[in-house]
């Protein structure tokens, strides 16, 4: 629903109610579903092995799930358009993470020292309770992401004057003036 609700308000203006967001994302939900499951399989397999490389997937696959609700992919077009939309801009989109990463660790951690004196259970319940309050800035974060980088592939071609950087009729320069008569 935050991936939604960001692309709303893209145009300045926020015209979704919660019963629109809703219909929105049911659509794609078993496929978030799915698509998160694959994704946490595999980045927690990559931490195992050795944190490098589930660093590298946690960035590659970032906006998985923007790319589902948005473009409507499925859940391996939807890795591959991940994959397709970071490659390029991997270390911005790492950076990022880390930046959000290192702040959500740090609220985590203010949470835990204040609940040292208290029993194992209720920690455990007030961090569960954060993570879950954390989780929507988690998608804000993902969503903004994911519009940067397509933005960011849009123009790219463009830049290099490839054939994607037509200009629409309206956008053209006048023609020159003509030239003056022969006398």
């Known amino acids: ?76 077009e939807a890795f591959s358009r991940s994959w397709e939309l970071v490659k390029p801009n991997f270390w911005q989109t ?31 319940l007030i961090l569960w309770i954060g993570s879950l309050l954390l989780a929507p800035l988690t998608a804000l974060a993902s969503a903004i992401l994911f519009f940067e980088l397509r933005a960011a592939q849009s123009a790219a071609p463009a830049a290099a004057g490839g054939p994607e950087a037509v200009v629409p009729p309206g956008d053209q320069a006048p023609p020159p003036p003509p030239p003056p008569p022969a006398s």
């Open 1 to 76: 629903m935050v991936v939604e609700l960001v692309n709303d308000t893209r145009d300045g203006r926020l015209d979704a109610s919660i019963g629109g967001l809703i219909n929105q994302v049911t659509p794609v939900l078993l496929t978030l579903i799915v698509a998160s499951f694959m994704a946490g399989i595999g980045i927690t397999v990559g931490f195992i092995l050795c944190i490098i490389p589930g660093v590298i997937l946690a960035t590659m696959w970032s906006v998985i799930a923007p790319s589902i609700v948005v473009e409507r992919r499925g859940v391996f």
């Open 94 to 124: 790492l950076g990022v993470i880390l930046i959000f990463f290192i702040g959500v660790m740090v609220v985590v951690g203010v949470i835990s020292v204040l609940l040292a004196p208290t029993s194992a259970a209720v920690s455990a």
